[in-house]
C-alpha cells in the first residue's frame, strides 16, 4: 500500500540522483577530495545537462555510460581531462593531456594582479604572463582589464596544443619559447609581469595529489630541490622586461611562504616584496615592485 505523508503522496527518487549518491560513496573510497561535486558534474556531462538539471533527467534517459565515468575518477584522473573543459574565473577552458589542469588558488593571484592594473595611471597596461600553460591567467587579465595588452608564451608544444585552442579568437600574443628570454622586443616596456610557473619540489614527488603528479605534465609541476629553480630564473626575466615602477607576480606553494619574496631583493633593484594568503589564508603568491632609478 502506497503510504501518504501529511496528505501528499512522496516523490519517487529519480535513477540518476540514486546513481549520484551511489557514485559519490565510490569515489569517497577512491580517495578524491570532492566526491559530491564530481559525481555531479559527471552526471551532468552524460547528460548534457547543467548540475542544477540533474533532477530533470527522466529515468528512461539515464546513460549507463556514466559509471564509466566514474570508473575513470576512481582511478584520479582529473575531473577536467573526462570532461574536456576546466572553469577559471569567468573563463571555460579547454584542458586534455600534456597541459597543467588550472587550480582554484590562482585565481586569487589574478584577482590581486587585476586589481594592481586597475590601481595603475596607464591607459594600455601592458602585460606578460610566463609559463601561461592553458592560458588561463592571460585570458583572465585580457577579459577583466579591456584595455590591456597582454603577452603569453608557453615552452611545451603538448601544452600549446590546449594553449592555442583556448586562445584563438582573443587578443592575447601568444608565442612558443623559453620563459627566461622571453620578449626580448619589450624590455623595460612591461607594467606587470605574472606567472603560475612550477615551484614543487623534486623530493616532494611522493606527496602530490595522484591528479597532478600522474597526469599535469612535470615540466609544470617540479623545479629543483627546493622548488624555486625556475622562480630564481624569472626574477631576472621579470626585471629585464619591467618598467621602473612595474610589478611582478609570482605564485607558489604555501609551505614557501616567506622564501620568495627573499628572491626579490633590494640588491637586485626591487622594492616593497611581500606574500600574500590565498582565500584559504595560506600563503600562495609573492608580489615586488621594480625599483624606480
Not at 13 to 19: I, N, Q
Request: charged share 25%; with cysteine; net charge negative.
Amino acid at each position: 500500500m502506497q503510504q501518504f505523508i501529511g496528505g501528499r503522496t512522496p516523490s519517487p527518487r529519480s535513477v540518476l540522483l540514486a546513481e549520484v549518491a551511489q557514485a559519490t560513496q565510490r569515489l569517497a573510497d577512491a580517495g578524491v577530495p570532492s566526491p559530491r561535486n564530481d559525481a555531479e558534474e559527471l552526471a551532468a556531462f552524460v547528460h548534457g545537462v547543467k548540475r542544477g538539471e540533474l533532477h530533470s533527467v527522466k529515468d528512461a534517459d539515464f546513460d549507463a555510460r556514466y559509471w564509466e565515468v566514474i570508473a575513470r575518477r576512481e582511478q584520479r584522473e582529473p575531473l577536467q581531462h573526462i570532461t574536456g573543459r576546466a572553469y577559471f574565473r569567468y573563463l571555460e577552458l579547454q584542458v586534455g593531456p600534456g597541459v597543467f589542469v588550472p587550480r582554484p588558488e590562482t585565481e586569487s593571484v589574478v584577482g590581486w594582479a587585476i586589481d594592481a592594473v586597475r590601481a595603475m595611471d596607464v591607459v594600455e597596461p601592458s602585460i606578460v604572463d610566463l609559463c601561461t600553460g592553458t592560458g588561463a591567467i592571460a585570458l583572465a587579465l585580457a577579459q577583466e582589464v579591456p584595455r590591456s595588452r597582454v603577452h603569453a608564451v608557453e615552452l611545451s608544444e603538448d601544452a600549446l596544443v590546449w594553449t592555442r585552442k583556448n586562445v584563438e579568437g582573443s587578443r592575447v600574443d601568444l608565442r612558443q619559447g623559453n620563459a627566461l628570454d622571453a620578449f626580448p622586443d619589450l624590455d623595460g616596456q612591461v607594467d606587470l609581469v605574472i606567472s603560475n610557473p612550477p615551484y614543487i619540489p623534486l623530493t616532494e614527488w611522493e606527496y602530490v595529489a595522484p591528479e597532478a603528479r600522474d597526469y599535469d605534465p612535470e615540466l609544470a609541476l617540479f623545479s629543483g630541490e627546493d622548488g624555486l629553480d625556475l622562480i630564481r630564473g624569472l626574477e631576472r626575466t621579470a626585471h629585464r622586461l619591467l618598467r621602473p615602477g612595474g610589478v611582478v607576480v609570482i605564485e607558489h606553494a604555501d609551505t614557501q611562504g616567506g622564501q620568495v619574496p627573499w628572491i626579490f631583493t633590494e640588491e637586485r633593484g626591487w622594492a616593497d616584496a611581500a606574500d600574500h594568503p590565498d582565500l584559504n589564508n595560506r600563503p600562495r603568491f609573492a608580489t615586488a615592485r621594480k625599483a624606480l632609478p
